[in-house]
């Protein structure tokens, strides 16, 4: 059973950036998709970005196309999330999920397809 642990979360400047880390282990990291998600206070968790299997297809929530770029490391056993011009209202706990996936080109974006999460990390960015 694969468990994930993110990490990079922190307080930034609007404007700013940070990378968060996903560091997989206990599977074999490269059948997973991988996907980002984060939760406001008050607010549902929402689909911020994910990977195929095989690395090359993505997609992003509209806020933050242009700003996030997701990526996998099959090596380390880890995903990124690259986060920039980071803005007050991308502040947020943000989660990391996988699902296994024989489909190497599916990008799985609803979080009820996912069912391995993370314990998530605090993103806060101040205006």
């Known amino acids: 059973q694969v468990q994930l642990v993110e990490s990079g979360g922190g307080l930034v400047q609007a404007g700013g950036s940070l990378r968060l880390s996903c560091a997989a282990s206990?599977?074999?990291?490269?059948?997973?998709?991988m996907g980002w998600f984060r939760q406001a206070p008050g607010k549902e968790r929402a689909f911020v970005a994910a990977?195929?299997?095989?690395?090359?297809?993505?997609d992003y929530a509209e806020s933050v196309k242009g700003r996030f770029t997701i990526s996998g490391d099959n090596t380390l056993n880890k995903a990124f999330l690259q986060m920039n011009s980071l803005k007050p209202e991308d502040t947020a706990t943000y989660y990391c999920?996988?699902?296994?996936?024989?489909?190497?080109?599916?990008?799985?974006?609803?979080?009820?397809?996912?069912?391995?999460w993370g314990q998530g990390t605090q993103v806060t960015v101040s205006s």
């Open positions: 206990g599977g074999t990291f490269s059948r997973y998709n």
């Open positions: 999920a996988a699902v296994p996936s024989w489909n190497r080109d599916y990008v799985a974006v609803r979080a009820s397809e996912y069912d391995l």
């Open positions: 990977i195929s299997t095989s690395g090359a297809k993505t």
